[in-house]
């Protein structure tokens, strides 16, 4: 089985360190927001609720990007009509990439009590991301190769890590004066 992977025209590739950036701040408000529940059960329920939510519905919404998208100016195309993905493409990719969120939560939450046990449920989120590693002409993860979606930079966003970076090269700076 081959699967179609060449899009109309070249898209602005994302870093790995972006995206990574991008999933981290999604995957942290939802855990944070579904953490208040008490029962294992329905905190899932949430969990998976919140995360198709925030990476589905907000994506459609909002041209493409979820909160940890827009704060690292990437976008999600269905690069085949070159536009936003619809919400069964958008659905099928983060059913994928929330189950593997989900399974990350659990190892996080065991922590190093059970460290065997951590690293197998880390282990398909690593594995998906590891795909995009392997395919330095594109980046695309194995939930993205599945939905036929592609993640994108685009000029529409907050430029979270540029801030920091600013940030840190002023304060970095500042010190090295203050120090002479």
């Not at 991301?129 to 930079?153: C, K, N, S, W």
Request: net charge positive.
């Amino acid at each position: 089985m081959t699967l179609d992977r060449t899009p109309i025209r070249y898209y602005p590739k994302v870093s790995i360190e972006r995206r990574i950036y991008a999933f981290l701040i999604d995957f942290v408000v939802v855990w944070l927001l579904s953490s208040f529940i008490g029962d294992w059960l329905i905190r899932t329920i949430i969990f998976l609720l919140l995360w198709w939510v925030a990476r589905v519905i907000a994506a459609q919404k909002n041209h493409g990007q979820s909160l940890g998208h827009w704060s690292m100016d990437i976008k999600v195309i269905d690069p085949r009509f070159d536009r936003t993905p619809g919400m069964v493409e958008l659905s099928k990719r983060e059913v994928i990439l929330g189950l593997a969120a989900l399974l990350a939560m659990w190892g996080l939450e065991i922590g190093l009590a059970n460290g065997l046990s951590m690293i197998l449920l880390l282990s398909p989120l690593i594995a998906d991301g590891g795909v995009a590693l392997a395919d330095p002409e594109f980046y695309q993860a194995f939930h993205d190769r599945i939905a036929g979606t592609m993640a994108i930079t685009t000029k529409r966003g907050y430029s979270l890590d540029l801030r920091l970076r600013k940030l840190w090269l002023d304060t970095k700076r500042r010190l090295q004066d203050r120090q002479k």
